[in-house]
């Protein structure tokens, strides 16, 4: 969905739905509608930082975080401390960051998730 | 089944997690690159060494193939009684809060606090200026067993031969608490 900003003058109208809200992320253009709008009130709710620590801590506990700092590690060893960029450690780490996440860590991010959904639900 | 809602929000949950999950990617691998261009992972293997050994020093003891029968180097004092080679137990290090077996404690604050060419490149201004605060007040002797005049010295300027005089055989005693 484009945002074409149409410059509509309507006198009396109160029914002008408003405009779309401003976006950097190029993401959002492609997402339906609601998935912006659950996203802005995480935002402004705070929840979506605190999901994120909490993710944050639980992906420490389980050595997680350290399993990837390795590979990091690895990776800067072969390719040479100079020539490493973060898009390079990005990718190094994200297939196999994203697979390792434990089943418990990631059932209680999703419960929380669903819950908060559940309570902003129109 | 559940109604097209449930699974609607089931993908919505699935896909918030997978931004969260980026989000934090991102941050570990920003995170990594920050500490290879500044050099610190040199640091990191030091240590990482050091907690090899610390934990080696821990499970050569606790072999119980070292017994005492067998082992030549176990010295036996006038009680009878015998004292690991390498001291075990385990104590906080006051400087980085890491958890070091008594053994390899010098070594460690060595390197922790800034004997060894390395750490004395970790070390910054201010906290130079903390240690030559310690150094010249009575030390909170935890750590300096000995004389105070050679360990303040030691802090104070970091010349590597009174450090290994001191602690030359790696073990750490702190004589009075001797039983």
């Known amino acids: 969905m484009s945002h074409s900003h149409k410059l509509v003058i309507k006198r009396s ?3 002008r739905p408003p405009p779309p809200p401003p976006t950097t992320n190029k993401d959002q253009q492609h997402q339906n509608p609601s998935l912006q709008e659950i996203n802005i009130k995480l935002i402004q ?3 979506k930082e605190r999901l994120k620590e909490l ?3 639980r992906l420490l506990e389980c050595g997680w975080i350290d399993e990837m700092k390795t590979l990091c590690r690895a990776f800067t060893r072969k390719k040479g401390r100079n020539n490493v960029t973060v898009d390079d450690l990005v990718h190094v780490i994200s297939p196999k960051g994203r697979a390792s996440v434990p089943n418990s860590v990631k059932a209680e991010l999703l419960q929380r998730i669903r819950a908060f959904l559940a309570s902003t639900a129109d | 089944m559940s109604g097209p809602n449930e699974d609607n929000n089931t993908q919505l949950s699935s896909h918030i997690f997978g931004d969260l999950l980026d989000s934090i990617i991102v941050d570990v691998a920003s995170e990594c690159h920050r500490i290879a261009k500044l050099g610190l992972d040199r640091n990191l293997e030091e240590e990482e060494e050091e907690m090899r050994l610390s934990a080696q020093a821990r499970a050569r003891v606790a072999d119980p193939s070292n017994s005492s029968e067998t082992n030549t180097k176990y010295v036996v ?4 009684q015998t004292h690991p080679s390498v001291a075990t137990e385990i104590f906080e290090c006051m400087n980085c809060g890491r958890s ?3 053994g390899r404690f010098a070594p460690h604050l060595e390197k922790c606090m800034g004997k060894g060419r390395k750490a004395r490149l970790k070390v910054t201004r201010s906290s130079t200026a903390a240690q030559n605060r310690y150094s010249r007040g009575s030390p909170v002797s935890t750590y300096s067993p000995y004389s105070n005049s050679t360990s303040t010295n030691r ?3 970091g010349t590597p031969s009174v450090a290994g005089e ?3 055989n790696g073990t750490y005693e702190e004589p009075w608490n001797k039983t």
Do not use: P, Q
């Open chain 2, 155 to 157: 802090l104070s300027n």
């Open chain 1, 55 to 57: 993710l944050r801590e």
């Open chain 2, 77 to 80: 004092d006038i009680f009878g």
């Open chain 2, 100 to 102: 070091i077996a008594a």
């Open chain 1, 45 to 47: 709710s705070g929840e």
């Open chain 1, 13 to 15: 109208s109160m029914s």
């Open chain 2, 166 to 168: 001191e602690y030359s």
